[in-house]
């Protein structure tokens, strides 16, 4: 059974720090792009950070640039999403998702798996 399951979300307070994971299984990670992408309340969801399979390409929304990172570890079948000087505009539920299809940076179409979601909360 494919499933991803994220993590580490939470409160923090603005210019803080949290990373989050993305734990998968049920299928080898390492052969799909992976995604976080984020939806705030009332608003579309977004493509936040991606990397393609080979790790090699990565893709950031221009409010996130030089603030958070994407990395994937393909032994422990996990992603992560550092993320640094939060602001209350990231406020969000993140989801995590996987895309087998050729590479199309963060077009969410293009992502066929997802995980529930992990709230993230920068208020003060």
């Known amino acids: 059974q494919v499933q991803l399951v994220e993590s580490g979300g939470g409160l923090v307070q603005p210019g803080g720090s949290l990373r989050l994971s993305c734990a998968a299984s049920?299928?080898?990670?390492?052969?799909?792009?992976v995604g976080w992408f984020r939806q705030a309340p009332g608003k579309e969801r977004e493509g936040v950070a991606c990397m393609s399979s080979s790790g090699i390409i990565t893709a950031y929304a221009d409010s996130v640039k030089g603030r958070f990172a994407i990395s994937r570890d393909n032994a422990k079948s996990t992603v992560y999403l550092q993320m640094n000087n939060l602001k209350p505009e990231d406020t969000a539920v993140y989801y995590c998702a996987t895309s087998g299809l050729a590479w199309g940076g963060c077009a969410s179409r293009r992502y066929l798996n997802w995980g529930q979601g992990t709230q993230v909360t920068v208020s003060s």
């Open positions: 049920g299928f080898t990670l390492a052969g799909y792009h």
